[in-house]
């Protein structure tokens, strides 16, 4: 099995977590609101479907992809967000149908693409691997919203580590949007996993370290939970303000959530 087969069967799992938690909910169940201000369970699954749409095109259709950068242009800030909302205005059957396409199609779309070639994306070009692994981190982390709004609880599982590697490998990234240098030095990152494994990234002499949980470090770098309420430990002034500015998603940096107290 490959890379790319493993990052897509990971993400097919999640995804289908998420599907089967929504597929039964009435109008009131879809409208109810998540963690993230102003998204309710509608607009966050529109907006994974928009998105692996988007990505299909970027992988199959120069001339669609093409027009849609153009059209992001007219809004870059808050084109993606008002995809959300439009999507979200279709009714759930709509929603569940135009999702379940789209599930489909980019497995097949991200396979097909040429190997050693990167795809376009509104950031920096993309291979297949790493766009299944955005899709994971972004499937991942916008579910857990929608658990929190359905009270249900998260599944924990060792398919997070691909949340937890895109969270180390986008450090520079996090201090770049904040229009802050990053550090020269590659830190230590040890983290364990739901199963109780050891990963690890980074020299083991480096001066910089991160430990904990690789649950919390994975909540932490796609801002669904507060610094404090992790049980991360960082050793070192700028591994502790990494975590205080992480982020694992492309866009600009954002708000993170309040601290539980």
């Known amino acids: 099995m490959t890379l790319l087969d493993d990052l897509l069967d990971d993400l097919r799992a999640e995804s289908d977590r998420l599907w089967s938690a929504v597929a039964g909910l009435d109008d009131d169940g879809w409208q109810k609101p998540t963690p993230a201000a102003g998204w309710s369970v509608a607009t966050t699954v529109a907006h994974l479907l928009w998105t692996d749409e988007v990505a299909v095109a970027a992988a199959t259709d120069p001339d669609a992809w093409d027009a849609i950068v153009l059209e992001a242009t007219g809004d870059p800030t808050g084109y993606v967000d008002q995809q959300a909302v439009e999507v979200a205005r279709l009714s759930p059957q709509a929603l569940l149908a135009r999702w379940g396409k789209a599930r489909e199609a980019l497995p097949a779309a991200l396979r097909a693409f040429p190997a050693g070639q990167r795809m376009p994306w509104f950031g920096p070009p993309m291979s297949p691997a790493s766009m299944a692994t955005a899709r994971f981190m972004e499937t991942w982390a916008h579910a857990l919203d929608v658990y929190d709004a359905l009270g249900i609880e998260p599944e924990r599982t060792d398919r997070v580590r691909h949340v937890a590697h895109l969270g180390v490998r986008t450090r520079d990234f996090a201090y770049s949007v904040q ?50 309420d992790t049980d991360l430990v960082a050793s070192g002034t700028d591994a502790e303000q990494w975590l205080t500015i992480a982020q694992a998603f492309a866009g600009p940096a954002g708000g993170g959530r309040s601290p539980r107290g």
Not at 192 to 202: A, I, K, L, M, N
């Open 179 to 228: 229009g802050l240098p990053a550090p020269t030095e590659e830190f230590r990152v040890d983290l364990v996993s739901p199963s109780e494994e050891q990963w690890s990234w980074g020299p083991e002499d480096a001066a910089q370290t991160v430990t904990g949980s690789a649950w919390d470090f994975a909540l932490l770098v796609t801002q669904r939970v507060h610094r404090d």
